[in-house]
C-alpha cells in the first residue's frame, strides 16, 4: 500500500510522530549523524515494517535509540560500568555500544543475534519522542545500499509512498553515522568507525581494538554488504592530480564527469565541474552523503577525495572506500 508520505518541521509533527509509534507504525526522525527509519524497539511487527520499506536484508541489524543512558537497562542486560563511563563523555552522541540483549528486544531488531547495539542520539526532537513513545529501533532513513540521507528531502527521495510521516530538523550536523563499539568482546571493538574516533575512545578505555571490523563480521552482518553507493559510477582519487587526470580521460571518452572535492583545490581543479565538500575533514565529513547524492542526479562519474589522517578522516574514508566499491584512481 502507498502512503502519502509529508515532511512536517520536527515541532510540529511531534505529537503525531508519538502516536505513529505507539500505534506501532514507522517514523522517520533527525538525529546528529544521519536521518533514522524508527519504530518501537520492542514491537516486533512494527520493526520488520522497517526492512520492508528500506528493501533491507533481514540479517542486518538495527540500532536501538534511547533517550537516556539509564535506558540501557531496558534493552540490555549485564551492562558493564564502560558503558556508563562513554555515556558521561559521549552521550548523547556519534556512538553506539553494542551489548548483551534482554529479553525484551525481539529478534528482529539484533538479526537473530545476542546483541543489541544502542545509542542516545544528540537531538532533541529524536530524545523527546523516544521518551514520549519508546526506544526507536532505527537505521539510516534511505534505500537500501543507498547513500544516507542528511537531509528530510534525501529521504523523501528514497522512501516517498514507504512511510507516512518524515520529521524535519534541517541538515545533520555529523553526517556520517555513528561509531560501533562492542563491549561484549575481551577488548572493546570498532566494528565501524565514525565521529566518535578510536583515539578519543582509548582515552576512556584505555585500549580500543581497531581490527573488530575484520574479526567481528559474524557479530554485525551490516558489514557484509555494499553500503552507502551512489547510482554512478564512483572512483576514490589517490591524489588530485590524479583526479584531474583521470577526469580529463573520462571527458575525452564523452562522459559527464565530476570532482567532489574539497576547495582547497581549486587552483588544480580549477573550471571543471565540482561539487564541493567544504574547506575542513568537519566539513568534509558532514558534506560527503549530501555531495554525492548531488553528483550522481548530474554527472555520470564521480571522482571524491580522499583524506589521508587518522580519527575522523579515518571513518569517512570507511566510507567513501565503500561508495567507491575500492576503485582508487
Ligand atoms: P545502519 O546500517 O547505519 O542503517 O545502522 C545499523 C548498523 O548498526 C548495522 O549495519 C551495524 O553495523 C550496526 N549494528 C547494529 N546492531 C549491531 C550488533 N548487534 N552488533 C554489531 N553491530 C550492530
Ligand atoms: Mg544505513
Sequence with gaps: MELETRIVKAEKGLDEAVSLIKKGELVVFPTETV???????????????????KGRPQDNPLIVHIASPEQVRDIAVD?????????????????????????????????????????????????????????????????????????????????????GLILDDGPCGVGIESTVLDLTSEMPAILRPGAVTAEMLAEVLGEVSLHGKELKIAKSPGMKYEH?????????????????????????????????FRDIYRDVTQDRNLVSLGVTAEDYMRNVYSALRTAEKLYDVIIIETLKGAGIERSVMNRVVKAAGGKIV
Design 228 to 260: 552507502y553507493a551512489p547510482k554512478v559510477t564512483t572512483v576514490a582519487a589517490e591524489s588530485v592530480s590524479s583526479a584531474v587526470e583521470y577526469y580529463d580521460g573520462m571527458l575525452a571518452e564523452g562522459k559527464h564527469p565530476v570532482l567532489v
Design 35 to 53: 536521518y533514522g527509519l524508527g519504530a518501537d524497539a520492542f514491537n516486533g511487527k512494527a520493526v520488520e515494517k522497517i526492512f520492508a520499506a
Design 79 to 163: 551492562v558493564p560500568s564502560e558503558f556508563f563511563l562513554l555515556a558521561q563523555k559521549f552521550m548523547p552522541g556519534a556512538l553506539t555500544v553494542v551489548l548483551p540483549k534482554s529479553d525484551k528486544i525481539p529478534f528482529v531488531v539484533t538479526a537473530g543475534g545476542n546483541t543489541v547495539a544502542v545509542r542516545m542520539p544528540d537531538n532533541k526532537y529524536a530524545r523527546e519522542l523516544i521518551a514520549r513513545s519508546a526506544p526507536l529501533a532505527a537505521p539510516s532513513a534511505n534505500r537500501s545500499k543507498h547513500v544516507s540521507p542528511t537531509t528530510a528531502q534525501h529521504v523523501y527521495d528514497d522512501l516517498k509512498g514507504e512511510v
